[in-house]
């Protein structure tokens, strides 16, 4: 099984721009991000694909793999699926590029559901992490996502869900981290489907598999990382960057 990661970098960024270009313990988040990817050791190629040459130039000068996007995109999926067409590959992981503290464990996790999939039913699988504190769980930047009882995704949101109106019944939130795995082929298929209200809506690119009737299974990891969408999260990654602590203890 041919397994490859591409990392989606835009420059642009509505609530951070230049986010990617910020400095993360002496190096840029994209290029902490990328070497993090390339260091668990899982994949068979990783590669940036970019709309930016100042991203493009950071990466290719520290001798890493990069493409340019010859298209604009609506979303990060949107960017691989051009990027991939002539790459040969079975399987490719969406690894977002403002996730320096991507680590093997989780991906580990997300790769398996592949590997035990032999009747090849599973189009898409990604991350989810529990969560309890209330502050992020009504966090719009947070998105939560609730599942059936085969971990199959029913809904994703900003919003909190499940909204929980009966105090007696025992509620667990989960948060998608935003790392997709797709068989190639679905992924160019995810291309040609519509821009549904739901998506627009929320401006959640995966639920766009879920207004077509397509199925995400959903892997739980106890590594939350951290996502850098504000500055007050790259003060946050700084801290833990400084203190050297093991993505499986955020």
Not at 113 to 130: G, P, Q, T, Y
Not at 142 to 162: E, G, H, M, Q, W
Request: hydrophobic residues 35%; negative net charge; proline residues 4%.
């Amino acid at each position: 099984m041919n397994v490859i990661a591409m990392i989606p970098a835009r420059y642009s960024a509505s609530r951070f721009p230049a986010k990617l270009m910020q400095d993360l313990g002496g190096k840029t988040v994209i290029l902490q991000t990328y070497q993090a990817t390339v260091n668990t050791g899982l994949f068979d190629a990783v590669y940036v694909v970019t709309d930016s040459q100042i991203i493009f130039d950071e990466i290719e000068r520290n001798g890493g793999s990069v493409l340019m996007s010859q298209k604009q995109h609506q979303s990060g999926s949107d960017r691989i699926a051009e990027a991939i067409i002539d790459i040969p590959c079975d399987i490719v992981v969406n690894v977002q590029g403002d996730e320096p503290f991507t680590e093997r464990e989780s991906l580990s996790k997300l790769l398996s559901v592949f590997k035990h999939d032999v009747s090849n039913e599973i189009d898409l699988a990604s991350l989810m992490v529990r969560i309890d504190d209330q502050d992020e769980i009504h966090n719009p930047n947070c998105v939560k996502v609730i599942t059936d009882k085969n971990n199959f995704a029913l809904y994703f949101s900003r919003s909190p869900i499940p909204y929980h109106r009966d105090k007696e019944i025992d509620v667990h939130y989960f948060k998608h981290k935003g790392v997709y795995a797709f068989r190639k082929k679905p992924l160019l298929d995810f291309t040609k489907l519509s821009n549904e209200n739901l998506e627009v809506s929320e401006k959640i690119e995966c639920i766009r598999f879920l207004e077509h009737g397509k199925k995400i299974k959903m892997v739980e990891t106890n590594v939350a990382g951290i996502e850098i969408d504000t500055p007050e999260d790259l003060t946050k990654a700084k801290k833990l960057w400084q203190s050297n602590i093991n993505p499986s203890q955020i």
